[in-house]
């Protein structure tokens, strides 16, 4: 099980793709999330009793972005949510 990770991708023909998953035992956690950010999937996974919340499109990880911005991670991660979100920036304007 991930715990969870944000990425950026270009994929063969220069399309961009934009992934935010997180994985958790616990669905009503990932519900939560979900309902604070109000976009987003939670769906069961392969493994049994992990769920995962997805967001893939510019939009919602835009939504995902402005948050992390104002309510910073900590550590390696919040260097790569700057990161990604410069690149998103970029992509996007």
Excluded: W
Excluded at 27 to 49: M, Q, R
Excluded at 58 to 64: A, E, G, P, R, W
Aim: hydrophobic share 40%.
């Amino acid at each position: 099980m991930k715990d969870g990770n944000i990425g950026i991708r270009e994929t063969n023909f220069h399309v961009v793709r934009i992934k935010f998953v997180l994985e958790q035992k616990d669905e009503s956690i990932l519900l939560h999330i979900k309902n604070i950010f109000g976009v987003g999937n939670v769906n069961k996974t392969g493994d049994i009793g992990v769920f995962r919340y997805n967001l893939g499109s510019f939009k919602s990880n835009s939504v995902t972005v402005n948050y992390f911005l104002a309510y910073p991670l900590k550590g390696k991660k919040n260097k790569n949510m700057l990161s990604l979100s410069g690149n998103l920036f970029e992509i996007c304007y």
